[in-house]
């Protein structure tokens, strides 16, 4: 056996540990040079978590069981179409549950020949659909334990009844799914997607224990879904928090009852325009999943914003779980993110914040009650989204930045929802005198087990919208497409490329996010040479794009003969020049306004 001799005189600690102060003297060194301060370091959540650049010793936090010991995860595929040939190619090629969002009388049909022992199906809350399936399963040669899934019901009404019997006939199928999705998809934040959770499967279980069923049978009854972004870290942090807001819930009822998670990939971000990228996103976002924790995961083909997914998006859809699980190995290691003081610290915050938007919905009485708080804090939280998807603080790749004009469309028959997944209500009930109830001015969970709040609580309805992050982008690039020639803003670049790509391909990148073609000058010596191109070129407006050196030289002279070479409006890639031009584009710029008024200044309307 080899051996590695190390250097005479080595002394393992010999060298101190460096200080959390030394590190900052260090950082600010560095920035000093760039003029950037330490605050650019720091990113704030729309939760108002400030991400700090470092996490050490410092930042940590008193360890808490997050996860229970299990293999892998459930791979969930999502199909709204009666489709025997797609079901049955997801099952053989890895799916291990179904979620349909089917009307009840496609069912028999859709599962003839599915072993329903194997592959627990999770309805999308159909009262006709839960009563066939709970046929199905009277049906099958199934022992009664051995049917599993989700008839994804709302506690209320003549779902009751069918809540009830599948609690006598089929002990381990849950009924009813708490369905955060639509406060993500509204545009809200993490910790108001899981707030609003809670509340709502609080009012759940109120409902449930007063139709006459027992607090853990009301418990049993119920699996959580999330979204999962490509965020890696807050898709984590979140369903760890989750499971400990929930731990505290079952706490305050006397119930011992770990909550079940599926996390499906966010709509919210997907995208229409170039969605092959969209199979990176839902590939962090399932990672982020399966180190989160999540009992299931569904990962939404790269198409699903476009329309009826074709079955190699399903394939992909399916094989990057089946990467993650069979070849990565995610799913061996148990809460591989426990120990990371980020995420511990993230965690623990997110859960905070959480929880005091529980408690507000909760004092505020409750879910539904508190419906028009909910809409009116995340339409709040979606303005101010929209302010950063709009200056491209929160960029989008394939649609705000690095857009492809050349990109060939992909073309999908229009999906059909079934169901009504994405409208969680509960029917108004009794405001107090629950069997569960939670304590608006309880403490947050956290590890160090806090008191035991009283029991409260009121219920009601409500409705969101649904958006997405690339929304005003591609309605642009729609309206760009549309017309009878591509709309064009010409860069007008002065010197070598070495002296104006950086700008020219900043500049670009903006008016491509708009449809706006971008032809330019190329390598320039003179103000002459670029009012050659400018005029070959047709358009109508120029951006000057060129280094700091070239503008003291070259802005003035270019920009007076290019509006005398018949530019309308000349605008100026960076903050600054003596050049008298019509506006600015930078680093941080609106970029949807200046492109809006590019369109409007074109005489282009939608």
Not at 219 to 241: G, N, P, S, V
Not at 573 to 597: E, F, T
Request: hydrophobic residues 45%; proline residues 7%.
């Amino acid at each position: 056996m080899m051996e590695l001799a190390l250097p005479a005189g080595f002394r393992p600690n010999e060298f101190p540990s460096a200080s959390r102060e030394q590190w900052r003297e260090l950082v600010d060194a560095v920035l000093a040079k760039t003029g950037a301060s330490f605050e650019s370091l720091v990113t704030r959540t729309y939760d108002g978590i400030e991400l700090q650049p470092l996490y050490t010793l410092d930042d940590a936090l008193p360890p808490y069981a997050l996860v229970p010991a299990k293999q892998g995860w459930d791979v969930r595929q999502r199909h709204t179409v009666p489709d025997p040939v797609a079901v049955m190619n997801d099952l053989e090629g890895g799916v291990t549950s179904l979620w349909l969002a089917l009307p009840a009388s496609s069912l028999e049909r859709v599962l003839d020949g599915v072993y329903l022992d194997l592959a627990p199906i999770v309805l999308d809350g159909d009262v006709e659909a839960a009563r066939t399936m709970l046929r199905i399963y009277d049906q099958a040669p199934l022992l009664a334990e051995q049917v599993r899934g989700n008839l994804a019901l709302r506690p209320h009404g003549p779902s009751l009844d069918v809540i009830k019997q599948a609690c006598r006939q089929f002990p381990s199928l849950r009924t009813v799914v708490v369905d955060a999705l639509p406060f993500h998809d509204a545009g809200g934040s993490d910790s108001e997607e899981l707030g609003a959770s809670i509340a709502l499967a609080v009012s759940y279980l109120r409902a449930l224990t007063d139709a006459g069923l027992d607090v853990a049978q009301a418990f049993a009854q119920l699996e959580f879904r999330y979204a999962a972004t490509a965020d890696q870290f807050m898709t984590i942090a979140k369903l760890r928090a989750a499971r400990r807001l929930w731990a505290r819930v079952a706490e305050v009822s006397g119930a011992d009852a770990p909550q079940v998670q599926h996390a499906v990939t966010s709509s919210a971000m997907m995208t229409r325009r170039d969605p092959w990228v969209n199979m990176l996103r839902t590939t962090v976002a399932t990672l982020a999943a399966g180190l989160g924790g999540a009992d299931s995961v569904t990962v939404q083909p790269f198409d699903a914003a476009i329309g009826l997914p074709d079955e190699f998006a399903r394939r992909i859809a399916r094989n990057t779980q089946n990467l993650l699980l069979e070849e990565s190995h995610l799913g061996e290691v148990i809460d591989p993110a426990a120990g990371s003081w980020y995420v511990e610290k993230l965690t623990d915050e997110l859960a905070g914040k959480a929880w005091a938007w529980f408690q507000e919905i909760e004092r505020a009485g409750g879910l539904p009650a508190a419906g028009s708080l909910v809409a009116s804090r995340i339409a709040s939280t979606w303005e101010k989204r929209s302010a950063r998807l709009a200056d491209r603080s929160d960029p989008i790749t394939g649609v705000s930045e690095f857009p492809n004009l050349t990109e060939k469309p992909v073309v999908r028959e229009p999906a059909v929802e079934q169901g009504s997944a994405h409208e969680p209500a509960v029917e108004q009930g009794p405001a107090r005198d629950h069997a569960v109830g939670i304590d608006p001015d309880s403490q947050a969970p956290r590890g160090d087990a806090p008191p035991i709040p009283s029991f409260s609580g009121g219920s009601d309805s409500f409705g969101l919208p649904r958006v997405r992050y690339a929304q005003a982008f591609e309605e642009l690039r729609d309206l760009a497409d549309a017309q009878p020639e591509r709309p064009q803003v010409f860069l007008a670049t002065l010197g070598p490329v070495a002296a104006h790509t950086a700008r020219a391909t900043f500049a670009a990148n903006l008016f491509n996010a708009g449809g706006f073609a971008t032809p330019n000058a190329g390598p320039t010596r003179t103000a002459e040479d670029v009012v050659e191109k400018f005029k070959a070129s047709g358009a109508r407006i120029a951006v000057v794009c060129g280094s700091d050196s070239s503008y003291a030289d070259l802005a003035v002279p270019t920009v007076e003969a290019l509006r005398a070479a018949g530019a309308e409006r000349v605008l100026l890639a960076g903050r600054k020049s003596d050049a008298d031009v019509d506006g600015h584009v930078y680093m941080g710029c609106p970029a949807l306004q200046i492109l809006n008024d590019t369109f409007e200044f074109l005489g282009v309307r939608r």
